[in-house]
C-alpha cells in the first residue's frame, strides 16, 4: 500500500490518504501559487510541499500503477506552445480539486498552445482549460492511437476576453477508442469557434454524455471528419447551438446510437439539427423559440406496444 501522510496541522496528528481501491499508486500533489511550490526532488508528496506544474508530475509518475495526481484549488499554469502539457505516462488519474473560481485552470496563451493525452488509460477529472488567445487550434488533443480517456466534469472555452476562442476544443484522434465525455461545459462565442468536440478520423465505442454546449459553432457542436467512428453514443445533452447549424454533424456511414438530447438552433428543418445518416435516434426533441416555444420531437414517435 503506498500512503500519502500530510499536515493540515489537525488536532491528534496527521490526515492519511490510504485507500487501495482509490489509489492503488503514488499520489502526488501540484499547487502553482503555494508558496513551497517547486519542481524539484523532496516536494510533490503533500500540498504543503507541492510541484509546481502539472507536467513535472506526470513525469513523476510509473506507467499503469495507478498513480493520481490531485491539482489543487486555485492552481493556475500557462500554455504556450503545441502538447507543453502531455499526459504521456499510461494509466494516471489527474484529479482537479476545487469548484467555482477555485478550480484548477490552464490558460491558452497562445494559438498554437494544446494540452495533450499521450497515453492509454487516462482520467482526467475537474480540470478547467481557459482560452486566453484569439484562435487557439486546438485546446486539449487526444492522440492518435491511444484509447481509454476520460474526461469528467472539466470546462472548455471559459474565455479571458471576449475575442478569445478555441477553434476546437476537444479533438478525439484516429484510433482513440472507448473516450468518455461526461458531465463536461463547452462555451464558446462567434469568434472562431469550429466545433466543441472533433471526432477527427476513425474511432471505435466514443461517448459523448451529460454535457452542455453553448455557443455558435460554425460545424457543429459535435462534429466527425475524415474518417467514419463506429458505435458512437450520444446521450442526454443540452446543445445551445447559436450558428445556423446543426448541433451533431457526423461523418457519412458514422454508426451509433444519439438519444435523449436536447437542442437549440435555427435551421430550416428541426431534421437538420442532427446530421447522422446511419445512427439510430430516440427522444431527441428540437426547439429554436423561446417561451412559450416548446420542443418537439426529431422524427416521428415509436408506436407503443
Given at each position: 500500500m503506498r500512503t500519502a501522510l500530510f499536515s493540515r496541522?489537525?488536532?491528534?496528528?496527521?490526515?492519511?490518504?490510504?485507500?487501495?481501491?482509490?489509489?492503488?499508486?503514488?499520489?502526488?500533489?501540484?499547487?502553482?501559487?503555494?508558496?513551497?511550490?517547486?519542481?524539484?526532488?523532496?516536494?510533490?508528496?503533500t500540498p504543503d510541499k507541492p510541484f509546481a506544474t502539472l507536467d513535472y508530475a506526470v513525469g513523476k509518475c510509473t506507467a499503469n500503477q495507478g498513480d493520481t495526481i490531485y491539482v489543487m484549488p486555485g492552481h493556475n499554469e500557462g500554455?504556450?506552445?503545441?502538447?507543453?502539457?502531455?499526459?504521456?505516462?499510461?494509466?494516471?488519474?489527474?484529479?482537479?480539486?476545487?469548484?467555482?473560481?477555485?478550480?484548477?485552470t490552464f490558460d491558452f496563451d497562445a494559438d498554437a498552445a494544446s494540452f495533450a493525452v499521450g497515453a492509454s488509460n487516462i482520467i482526467c477529472e475537474n480540470l478547467r482549460f481557459r482560452v486566453s488567445a484569439n484562435a487557439v487550434t486546438v485546446g486539449v488533443d487526444i492522440l492518435a492511437g491511444f484509447d481509454y480517456t476520460q474526461l469528467l466534469r472539466c470546462e472548455f472555452g471559459y474565455a479571458e476576453t471576449a475575442t478569445d476562442e478555441f477553434a476546437i476544443a476537444l479533438r478525439n484522434n484516429?484510433?482513440?477508442?472507448?473516450?468518455?465525455?461526461d458531465e463536461c461545459f463547452f462555451d464558446a462565442g462567434a469568434q472562431a469557434a469550429v466545433a466543441a468536440i472533433s471526432l477527427t478520423g476513425a474511432s471505435d465505442d466514443p461517448i459523448i454524455r451529460n454535457s452542455r454546449f453553448l455557443g455558435a459553432y460554425s460545424t457543429a457542436c459535435v462534429n466527425g471528419i475524415t474518417t467514419l467512428s463506429t458505435n458512437?453514443?450520444?446521450?442526454?445533452?443540452l446543445f445551445y447551438q447559436g450558428a445556423t447549424e446543426p448541433a451533431?454533424?457526423?461523418?457519412?456511414n458514422t454508426t451509433g446510437i444519439i438519444r435523449r438530447n436536447d437542442i437549440k438552433t435555427n435551421l430550416a428543418t428541426m431534421a437538420a439539427a442532427i446530421v447522422a445518416d446511419a445512427c439510430y435516434l430516440f427522444d431527441n426533441y428540437y426547439n429554436?423559440?423561446?417561451?412559450?416555444?416548446?420542443?418537439?420531437?426529431?422524427?416521428?414517435?415509436?408506436?407503443?406496444?
Open positions: 496541522h489537525q488536532p491528534g496528528g496527521v490526515f492519511t490518504v490510504d485507500d487501495i481501491v482509490e489509489h492503488p499508486g503514488d499520489i502526488f500533489f501540484v499547487q502553482s501559487g503555494h508558496s513551497a511550490a517547486s519542481d524539484a526532488a523532496g516536494y510533490g508528496n500554455i504556450t506552445t503545441a502538447a507543453q502539457i502531455a499526459l504521456d505516462m499510461a494509466g494516471i488519474r489527474v484529479i482537479g480539486l476545487g469548484w467555482g473560481s477555485l478550480k484548477p484516429a484510433g482513440c477508442d472507448h473516450t468518455i465525455i458512437l453514443l450520444i446521450e442526454d445533452n451533431i454533424e457526423l461523418l457519412t429554436e423559440d423561446v417561451n412559450p416555444g416548446t420542443g418537439a420531437l426529431i422524427g416521428t414517435a415509436s408506436a407503443n406496444d
